[in-house]
């Protein structure tokens, strides 16, 4: 897989509203977007640092899996996403090819029009790690 640049950091928040002030007024980050993935069942920001997004991750339902990490773990990193210049699918293919534990088995939309695939921390040094490229 042809990876061109760390495409953003997840962070699991319980309140983007809460949080955004630290970015913004601390940090000095804009937010340039917010958005909701209803079958991710969780609401976005993003600010970005140089080339570099933050996506902040908020749940918008209790049984979502960002819901289930605040649960588990509190707000912080949740995981590290990359822009993939040769196409998810194929690096799907080759993270199979290469034994990586797969949790997403082909593409899917997600937020800031992104097609993207997810490999299991278990088998990727405890790196939840997000697969990215640009929808068509």
Do not use: W
Not at 26 to 37: A, D, I, P, Q
């Amino acid at each position: 897989m042809k990876i061109s640049q760390i495409e953003h950091i997840g962070i699991a928040v319980e309140s983007i509203e809460k949080v955004l002030p630290y970015f913004e007024n601390v940090l000095g980050l804009k937010c340039y977007k917010t958005e909701v993935v209803e079958d991710q069942k969780v609401k976005t920001a993003f600010l970005k640092v140089g080339e570099v997004k933050l996506e902040l991750l908020e749940p918008t339902s209790p049984e979502s899996t960002i819901a289930a990490y605040l649960e588990k773990r509190g707000q912080g990193m949740h995981h590290m996403a990359f822009r993939i210049e040769d196409g998810v699918a194929n690096a799907i293919a080759e993270a199979d090819a290469a034994g990586i534990r797969l949790i997403d088995k082909a593409p899917r939309k997600g937020a800031d029009s992104m097609n993207i695939a997810f490999l299991h921390p278990k088998s990727t040094v405890g790196i939840l790690t997000e697969l990215c490229e640009p929808q068509a």
